[in-house]
């Protein structure tokens, strides 16, 4: 599991040095699940601190490796779940994803990853980054497995009042294999972005002809406000996180700084050594956009234009069953490559955000690999609570391919 559930049985840290020594009094809804199914945490995995990050890069502790290339970042911010995944560490590990970080690390680890409707998985005993968007969900090498597991985590929580009251469905039982008649909506200028990488492109188009192959259409749908897809997640999800990570005080969890002479200077300090550069970042940027004067220029204006991302894919979703798109506009980039450029880092999630802006689910399914031998994904987003539909349209494509039986080298099958 990502290092980011509450557990009486592992330490919490959420890749921050805030963290350090934190033990919770009790399990995350998600944990009591996979317990009372008999399935064994076997321990927890490396992330980007709070969760803020598409490399993994910026955990307090270490640096998680891509199996493909232990050159190149794992992606992130679950990049040691798909990292232990791809390695065949374990069969499947949880993830949670608030702008992609399921589906992109799981993209550039060559394994599955599905990120579910919002409110599908309880967020009960989840560390919050940014609470409207935050979600959990399964890594493991096959739609099957991914719907097996989503099975086990499913479902209403009285614990959290945002997930919903109905039961889920039988996931695996829905995958038939059958996707003939299934219209899938590309939308306009996805498959060949400016600055996306034409292999990637190229692996994800060919993805598309074997679903057509196997009887699925293509329609083409317009998209048009997720152009503003960055500016808006990156405006939300730090005001979010700037309000979430308050807590952090040196008072209720973790780490407090020692030597303070008072207690404005133990927050501060605390708060200062306690966390990174990403997070600080973070709360600086949200803070400053939930502050009088421009809380209207910015977060209102973002809250705007995620409810018409919404209605954007609302408009898709009347003529088609799933879109679909590249999950990532390239593959892992190196170790080292973009940590001094925030920027270049955010711009990684260009696909995944949107389908968080407006709480769809999306899935990430292997579609093979650049010349260089790297992993490449195409992402399947569904209707909301159509996580049925998109995992029989990643298993049918699994069941006539073989990109997620291929293994790195040096891991055995
Ligand atoms: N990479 C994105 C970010 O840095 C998404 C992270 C996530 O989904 N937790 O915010």
Known sequence: MKDIFASREFETHCGSRILAGFRAPYDATVLRRLAEAGLVVVGSTNMDEFAMGSSTENSAFQVTHNPWDPARIPGGSSGGSAAAVAARMVPAALGTDTGGSIRQPAALCGVVGIKPTYGRVSRYGLVAFASSLDQVGPIARSCADAALLLGVLAGHDPRDATSYPQPAPNFVAALTGEVSGLRIGLPRGFFDGAGADPETMAAAREALSTLQGLGAKTVPVELPNSAHGIATYYLI??????????????????????????????????????????????????????????YDAYYRKAQQVRTLIRADFARAFESCDLVAMPTTPGPAWRIGERVDDPLAMYLADVYTVTANLAGLPGLSVPCGFTRAGLPVGLQLIGRPLDEVTVLRAGDAYQRHTDFHERVPQGVAR
């Open 237 to 294: 999800c730090t005001a979010e996180a700037s309000s979430n990570l308050s807590r952090y005080d040196g008072v209720k969890y973790g780490f407090r700084a020692p030597a303070a002479a008072t207690l404005d200077e133990m927050y501060e300090r605390t708060r200062s050594e306690g966390f990174g550069a990403e997070v600080k970042r973070r709360i600086l940027l949200g803070t400053y956009v939930l502050s009088a004067g421009y």
